[in-house]
């Protein structure tokens, strides 16, 4: 279907009405391929029309001349349990020609699921009227999945939250830079954030959003603090939740889990960038042996176009806790619980690792993978962690291995040394004014922390190295991002290597002055095993030429879990039968790590 537009009538409108359809299941998608090409084409949008709403949902918009293409649109429908059909409005403006054209209209996944013969087994839940058989998991998530209400009939409403009637027993942190919002609709900035809420799939529902226009700035930060919970004793607790990253410049989405009220507790979960336009669904398992909270942390990006949303919150198995209302605080005269020096009873092998607190076995090559799989995470705990942003005055678990070789005698010659440390502000050095970071990347003030190498020290080319433990295995997405300060006159390089036994390559690299601010890096690792990570700095002819690190962060790196449940049907069944999403396939990354993705006949 197109319209030729080349008359001189202003604000026509083309209506493009769908057939009724009576409702959908809650994975349905809608794509169609457009196409809008022309000096003054004008814009078009997709509206959903429920019966019984008088207003309408926008569910796509195109604003302006998109080329001589066409382009695909993805809609994301999920549960609409009433009648309802689409309106596709076409308007135009100018005096100039143009065409807009829509094909290929195509819905996946809408049916509700097929009723089952038996549904057996703890895993799963048999719906009462469609007889369905669904995941337990998508039991009490605020979501219909059955088609008939009742996997969420007797639910707790202590333990979920759809942010309809407001936060719920969810609270604001007081300590945060801002509030999350709570809107119905889009938010107030085209090309980011949700255009309805999850819970409704209209505009009609609420949800909560992280607003990233003026006054806020980059990596201001808002946090969601959950009700409090028992220990999860035996039985598996779990925490269901749905987010919105859409944008250009999205930032950071984590979950954090603590047992000490005036900590941020240790990281669960975390997401970065763009992830498009659709409500995407997390499932968290916790454990815990005290009583626990759950921390929504939401941080700004460098720029408006960075809204974050959260909506259908949701705890399975998990127990309200019902003595003081807040956790202990942690004292300032200790520095946390120390790990035991002697090992628990173990029948582990050599070739195994001993878990501190329970004596399980796990494989070595478990060790170090960026993925917990000891209780109490011991299997990670000498390893370097996933992000790092220096402001405990801590190197998480980097260390210097020239360093190490030099002791007693040498201390001398260590103080001399062009090497690694930790610096803040611009006042490390009186005549350095002109080429120190003034402020650090993670809190923007003299206050903060980062790593510096410091060119006061050594001569001409002498390079400082500071390197990870050996990483046992990474996944086929694995990147390390970074921030790096490279200002002065004189400045040297900085690489980042890749380490295996003895063989050393050059992964990153980058001379001479970058200018007087941070700058962003990436770095892809993809599936690597049994190596380290090195950031070396070379240093230039003089001391003006300070090489500064902030905010290292391994992102997407625990390696492939082979599920015991079959690929679903967004996703591609590798040659080893790990699952992966139809979106990876043919993208030049080995992301099955057999390479039976990339493969020429697929």
Known sequence: MFILKNSSSISQIARLRSPKFRQTGSNCTLSFWYYNYGESVGAAELRL??????????????????????????????????????????????????????????FENCALPPPALSCEGPNHFWCRDTKACIDSLLVCDLVDDCGDGSDEDNCDPDLQCNFENGLCNWEQDVQDDFDWVRIRGPTPTVNTGPLKDHTTGTARGHYLYLESSQPRQFRDHAVLLSPLFNPSGNGKCAFRFHYHMFGKEVYKLSVFQRTVSNTKGWLLWYKSGNQENRWNRQTLFISSSKPFQILVKGIVGDGFTGDIGLDDVSFLGCTLYNGKRILPTISTTTSGTSVPATLPINNCTEKEFVCRASG?????????????????????????????????????????????????????????????????????????????????????????????????????????????????????????????????????????LYKSRNKTSKLWTQSGSQGPQWNRAEVFLGIRSNFQVIFRAKRGVS?????????????????????????????????NKYCIPKNNLCDFVNDCGDNSDESPSI
């Open 49 to 106: 029309l429920v019966d019984g709403l008088k207003k309408p949902t926008v569910l796509w918009r195109t604003y302006y001349n998109e080329g001589n293409q066409w382009l695909k649109a993805v809609i994301q429908l999920g549960r609409l349990p009433h009648p309802f059909q689409f309106s596709l409005d076409k308007i135009s403006l100018g005096f100039y020609e143009g065409v807009s054209a829509i094909d290929d209209i195509r």
């Open 360 to 496: 399980h076995c796990i494989q070595m090559t478990q060790k170090c993978d960026f993925r917990p799989d000891c209780s109490d995470k011991s299997d990670e705990s000498a390893c370097v962690m996933e992000t790092c942003d220096f402001e405990d005055k801590n190197l998480c678990g980097w260390h210097q291995p020239a360093l190490e070789q030099m002791s007693g005698n040498y201390s001398m010659l260590i103080v001399k040394t062009f090497k690694w440390q930790l610096g803040r502000g611009a006042n490390l050095y009186p005549e350095q004014k002109q080429h120190c970071p003034l402020a650090d990347q993670t809190t923007c003030n003299e206050e903060g922390w980062y790593l510096f190498a410091d060119s006061s020290n050594g001569e001409f080319g002498h390079t400082a190295d500071i390197a990870t433990p050996v990483i046992s295995l990474t996944g086929p997405r694995c990147k390390i991002m970074f921030r790096n300060h490279m200002n002065g006159s004189t400045i040297g390089s900085l690489e980042v």
């Open 543 to 575: 001391y003006m030429g300070d090489v500064a690190v902030d905010d290292i962060t391994f992102e997407d790196c625990s390696p492939l879990l082979i599920s015991d449940k079959p690929c679903t049907s967004e996703e591609f069944t590798c040659a």
